[in-house]
């Protein structure tokens, strides 16, 4: 970067924030585990989102030449709430100018740190800075409607010889102000991160939001959940993905089932295992007691309301010694981002 552009970045008014070393417990912001924010495929999407229920309003589009921001790319989302909540938790000021290795962010969303996956990296920060969202979420009784990305910019820190020292990256402020006021915030389990199915991720965080650990749990009617995922798969196959995850609990913490009144549409019920009820006061719950709905339309049951992605081909589970925090990276002239894309999978279970 030149420095007449360095002079018009924003870095250049915000004090860094290093990122931590060590163990750093992951948390996820509420609005973006609620709401449809995220692809759920591993394929480009070009389609853009557009939802609304209730006062909230959202769309997101996406850049042709890119696709849009992945529920894995988000991956890299809850690693900054998590680094800035734990440097809170220490004292520490924050702010929305993040610099990191490499490795801190790939050995923090549990990925292998090779070269590979850094590519991918570059792949998800493009994603998640060309990706617009326009929504009235926390816009206040007037209901203005935001326009960001999830990265305002983004930056490699490359000597000459091409052997990468660190990236920096800054946050939008919309998303920064739903950290740090941690009633936004929610801790998850670190095993989300070995979810590979975009269905299975979405599912979870939908679970940790609305059912947490309340021994009831939380019913949601189907049709409700196709909508509020913003998935381009049809219904029918929706149904039966959401019917495939239930029948191999995959989600850490929770079970699924799927029930069905009489005169009713499906419901899925989530509720936490007893373990986690049990073990995990840190966890906390959306504030809301007892078996509810998910706010859809009235009907009987609420009697009782392949493109690059951040994902490696095999888990590299075991940890690396300390010294690899200073891991340099060189870029291969024979790489690029587009090499490494996938080919489309026909779901958005992505098995």
């Known amino acids: 970067m030149t420095t007449s552009s360095r002079r018009r970045s924003e870095r250049a008014q915000l004090d860094p924030f290093d990122a931590l070393s060590g163990h750093v417990p992951p948390r996820d912001q509420r609005d973006l585990m609620a709401h449809p924010f995220f692809s759920l495929s591993k394929s480009r999407r070009v389609a853009p989102i557009h939802y609304k229920a209730g006062g909230v309003e959202l769309q997101v589009y996406a850049v042709a030449e890119h696709g849009m921001a992945t529920i894995w790319d988000a991956d890299v989302l809850i690693w900054a709430a998590s680094q800035i909540l734990a440097a809170q938790d220490r004292g520490l000021p924050t702010s929305r100018f993040f610099r990191f ?7 923090g969303i549990g990925r292998s740190t090779g070269a590979r996956s850094y590519f991918l990296i570059k792949g998800a920060l493009t994603r998640l800075q060309s990706t617009v969202i326009r929504t009235t979420i926390r816009q206040g009784e007037h209901w203005r409607r935001q326009q960001f990305s999830w990265i ?35 801790a998850i389990d670190p095993n989300y991160f070995r979810l590979t199915g975009g269905i299975e991720r979405w599912l979870y965080r939908i ?33 039966l993905d959401l019917r495939a995850v239930a029948r191999h609990q995959p989600l850490p913490g929770y079970l699924l089932a799927i029930e069905r009144a009489p005169g009713a549409s499906e419901l899925l019920h989530i509720r936490p295992v007893e373990k986690l009820c049990a073990t995990s006061p840190t966890i906390r719950t959306s504030g809301a007691s007892g078996i509810r709905t998910s706010g859809a339309n009235p009907s009987v049951h609420q009697a009782h ?22 891991k340099s990276y060189y870029l291969d002239a024979g790489s690029g981002d587009n090499s490494l894309l996938s080919g489309p999978s026909r779901r958005e279970r992505g098995r």
């Open 152 to 186: 305002n910019e983004w930056e490699e820190l490359a000597t000459r010889g091409g052997r990468v020292e660190g990236m920096e990256f800054v946050l939008p402020e919309w998303l920064y102000q739903g950290i740090v006021d941690r009633r936004l915030v929610l």
């Open 101 to 107: 290795t490499p490795y801190q962010l790939l050995n």
């Open 207 to 239: 679970a940790r939001k609305h059912a947490g650990h309340q021994a009831g749990g939380w019913r949601f009617d189907l049709k409700h959940l196709h909508v509020k995922s913003g998935s381009l798969a049809r219904y029918s196959d929706f149904a």
């Open 305 to 326: 309301g392949t493109q690059l992605s951040l994902w490696p081909a095999e888990r590299n589970r075991a940890r690396k010694d300390s010294k690899e925090e200073s």
